[in-house]
């Protein structure tokens, strides 16, 4: 999968920033965004590869973090 993202003009001519769609491939993303701005108008689009990493801030890396922290740790425990 890939992560396209695409800066907008809507057919008021309203200007939207950072629209993400997951997609396999370009045609379908667009076909995405296209469902839900109908005759936009692309001004940009970026694509990303997802390679199946964990997302640097999950739940379990936050909370190791937040374990690890010298702030939370009372003086005199580990």
Do not use: W
């Amino acid at each position: 999968m890939f992560k396209f993202g695409f800066n907008i003009r809507t057919r008021s001519g309203q200007k939207v920033d950072n629209i993400v769609i997951m997609a396999r491939d370009f045609d379908e993303a667009e076909r995405r965004l296209r469902q839900m701005y109908n005759q936009c108008e692309i001004l940009n689009r970026l694509e990303t590869s997802t390679d199946g990493r964990r997302s640097p801030l999950d739940l379990d890396s936050l909370i190791g973090m937040i374990a690890r922290h010298p702030s939370v740790h009372k003086p005199g425990t580990q």
